[in-house]
């Protein structure tokens, strides 16, 4: 697979974050992947959810050629065709999905990736659907572990607009679009999966992060 990029971090974290979507995702429909990078996250979901159609998405050509050959390499026949989308530019080339996941991207992106990433969010989902993330977080204003302050550290030295975000902030974010946090789930390595709901209001976990 002469076009095909590898991701040590998406190899080792595609086992557990699978655990979670197959609870959390609905049963059937169409997930839109924001930010696929290499692939290799999309062609394990589509197989672990055969019930479930994905859509991969990124704004870099290299990372669609990449997605294009795992996606070949898999035989899946529930993988699309990547998508160009920015989440900073709206609209989205895709006017509705019933879950939108976004795996270790906002961290490495600046703020506005954020914002668009839930502006897309509110105009892609349904009521009651999924914005599933994944990543490193601060909470209550810390690092929940020197590994991920030294993380935050390497990503401010290679871009200023990057860095671990605040939990708090992305739940604001979060409810200025409609998104509501419901879940909090500790994940290896110091990671946590945030899953929101579109529309949903009175979560406990949202109350928690609403200042």
Known sequence: MPDALFSPAAARNAAPIVEVLKRVLPSRGLVLEIASGSGEHAAHFARALPALVWQPSDPDEAARRSIVAHARAAELANIRL?????ATRQPWPVTRVDAVVAIN???IAPWDATIGLMAGAEATLPEGGILYLYGPFREDGAHTAPSNAAFDDSLRARNASWGVRD????AAAGR????HLVERVPMPANNLSLIFHRGYRGSAVDREFTP
């Open 167 to 170: 939990i708090e902030a992305v």
């Open 82 to 86: 990547p998508l160009a989308i920015d």
């Open 176 to 179: 200025a679009h409609d998104l």
């Open 105 to 107: 991207m906002i961290h």
